[in-house]
């Protein structure tokens, strides 16, 4: 049995289609097809920056000299799993409960967290306590468990306290699992807050701190308080970019290549 086909029939339709293809696009195409290529665009970012990673900037001094204002940074959502704090505003503010995939802080971590009690923020701290962990300040010294945090004074550094040009010592803090970073103590060991607790941290929570400790709103405070592991964004992993623009108007453009901290660009945070 054979099958006959049609040539004639084929190459017109092969014609038509060429025309088609030829045929230049109308201006309502046209925005169609922009549309299209825009929603694909933003879906993909919005798949990357809920799954994978999400870019946060630095607006205060509270993680000084860790972080310092002007810093643009990497938060890795997949560290710790995903919970309604993963999501994007207004997202974010959905009554979910709970956390996939999860994993936990460890001591020392830098993490991003949504902090309830001022609006749901994004905060950004140094994980020091963890649940069940007993949490006190002493003269500016840390405890936990009892255990006081050792620390090596580095000398005076200059920096800014409430605004102004200050001398600030300094130390190098180091925690029981090996973890170390520089603090700085703005007002010695007589800041508010450095005389404050014990805090029992409850389960299932976090007592996070800034390195500019007498500079910095946290869980020693009431408007921070403990940090539940859902309300955790991710762990800060990488400085993409950093600029100083305490000199620089946003209009001079001229002056933007000598505002990039071109030395903290890519730098791990620790």
Known sequence: MSVSTD???????????????????????????????????????????????????????????????????????????????????????????????????????????????DGNKDYIKRVIGLPGDQIQMRQGVLY???VKVERESIGNVDTTCDGRPALAPAYKETLENGVSYTIFECYGDQGRLDNVGPYKVPAGQYFMMGDNRDQSQDSRTPQVSYIPLDDIVGRAERLFFSVDGSETKIWEIWKWPFAIRYGRILDPVE
């Open 7 to 117: 040539s004639s029939s084929n190459g017109d339709e092969e014609n038509s289609k060429a025309k088609v293809a030829d045929r230049p696009m109308t201006a309502a195409e046209e925005m169609w097809d922009l549309i299209k290529t825009v929603v694909i665009a933003v879906s993909i970012a919005l798949v990357l920056r809920i799954v994978l990673f999400q870019p946060f900037n630095i607006p205060s001094g509270s993680m000084k000299p860790t972080l310092e204002v002007g810093d643009f940074l990497v938060v890795s959502k997949p560290t710790f799993g995903y919970s309604r704090a993963s999501l994007v505003y207004p997202l974010t503010r959905l009554p979910l409960d709970g956390r996939i995939f999860s994993g936990e802080p460890t001591r020392g971590d830098v993490v991003v967290f949504k902090n309830k009690r």
């Open 144 to 146: 936990i468990n009892g």
